[in-house]
């Protein structure tokens, strides 16, 4: 009996051991590392050394804790009973959730605001940097902080969040709005971001909303810009290199009504399905009605792309004759849409392009306008590199 028992014992643990390695056959281990956004533990190497150093126990330990069976649903399981039944947010250092269930990303409210506001001067002399070279190489520059989600409704966060958010970014904004006057290369857009926002509530008091209009300038469980944002900072870029090209009314006839859709910061983050409403934009009826070609080119290091927008000869408006490029972040893939139709040429390179510098700076080169965009919150990282473009352009001359 005790034979049995104890061989019993042990098919169970060998069960335990192996029932992992069927799941990575069977439903793949890309699915769930990226569930928790890192590489899961892998089987630690057996040798002498780590043995005695007891390092691969708690390899051991933490392999199988990572590869368990049915880990990834038990996980998304207790992540839908913290938000659900608790109200807590289950990842607590990305998602912050606020109130009427906004969620906001926990790094832009938290760690940006303490970090980045003391480096603002950096952003100043980089801009006033940027203004010098504009006068000596001809080419227009701007530089664009694009607004945060608490930037323009810090009235969604907690207080605690709220009080901490203001009272860091507040001297960030202030300081910035004091030197724009003075350096010409800076586009600020959280005070034409508030505007908007005010004539979108005041709609929505007066009646005059629909059920297909937005409420807000960003969804409540989204982090980036939704296409109702990319048209004002669109329309503000517009309006600094050539006010009186702005359509107004170009762009609603491609979007849908809204359609519900799994809200980015619940999906990705938070690996909980939150649907919320959306505009779907008819991107081949866009292009063909708009006359614009697009063509991607791979970069070589990188695992990103360079986008060239040309336009033959747009029904609609008389694009200006100079070549756009814009260097961007995800808070600017909406706008590389609007914005294209308004220029003979415009190439797109994301900031992780950068890796590739000949190419990077080989189109930067030949740009009319060039456009250097990063969200607010992520500026801290962009010092370096906007230095270097900026030192470049001088030899240039």
Same mark, same amino acid.
């Given at each position: 009996m005790k034979r049995n028992r104890a061989i019993l014992y042990s098919l169970i643990f060998l069960t335990f051991i192996l029932l992992p390695q069927f799941g990575i056959i069977f439903k793949g #281990? /890309?699915?769930? #590392?990226? +569930?928790? =956004?890192r590489a899961l533990q892998q089987l630690p190497e057996i040798n002498i050394e780590s043995l005695l150093s007891a390092s691969y126990g708690k390899g051991l330990n933490e392999y199988i804790w990572d590869h368990l069976p049915l880990r990834t649903n038990f996980l998304q399981a207790d992540h839908w009973i913290d938000y659900h039944? +608790? =109200?807590d947010s289950p990842v607590l250092d990305k998602v912050i959730i606020g109130r009427n269930d906004w969620l906001f990303f926990y790094p832009a409210v938290m760690e940006w605001p303490q970090r980045n506001s003391q480096q603002v001067e950096k952003i100043i002399a980089l801009a006033q940097k940027a203004t010098a070279v504009q006068k000596k190489t001809g080419k227009e !520059? !701007?530089? !664009?902080p694009s607004p945060s989600k608490a930037s323009i409704y810090p009235e969604f966060l907690p207080d605690y969040h709220q009080n901490a958010y203001r009272?860091?970014?507040a001297p960030f904004h202030d300081r910035l709005d004091m030197a724009a006057p003075d350096t010409k290369s800076l586009l600020l857009l959280w005070k034409p971001f508030h505007n908007e926002k005010e004539r979108l509530l005041k709609n929505q008091? =007066?009646?005059t909303s629909t059920p297909d209009r937005t409420r807000y300038l960003f969804r409540p469980r989204d982090r980036h810009f939704s296409w109702e944002t990319s048209l004002v900072q669109t329309k503000k870029i517009i309006d600094r290199i050539s006010p009186e090209l702005w359509k107004e009314n170009l762009f609603g006839r491609y979007f849908t009504v809204y359609q519900s859709q799994r809200s980015e910061m619940g999906e990705r983050f938070m690996k909980i399905s939150l649907p919320e409403p959306y505009l779907t934009f008819l991107e081949d009826t866009y292009m063909e009605e708009l006359s614009i070609t697009r063509i991607v080119y791979p970069v070589?290091?990188?695992n990103r792309f360079q986008e060239t927008f040309s336009v033959d000869k =747009?029904? +609609?408006i008389e694009p200006l004759a100079k070549k756009v490029v814009v260097i961007h972040d995800s808070f600017f893939d909406q706008s590389r849409f609007l914005l294209a139709p308004y220029f003979k040429e415009s190439i797109f390179m994301h900031w992780l392009v950068f890796k590739n510098f000949p190419v990077f700076m080989n189109a930067i080169r030949k740009a009319d306008i060039l !456009?250097?965009?990063?969200?607010? /919150?992520?500026?801290q990282v962009r010092y370096e590199r906007l230095e270097r473009i900026l030192t470049e352009l001088e030899k240039t001359v």
């Open positions: #281990e /890309d699915e769930r #590392e990226k +569930f928790q =956004n039944i +608790f =109200n !520059i !701007i530089i !664009i009272q860091n970014v008091q =007066n009646g070589a290091m990188t =747009n029904p +609609f !456009i250097l965009q990063s969200v607010e /919150d992520r500026w």
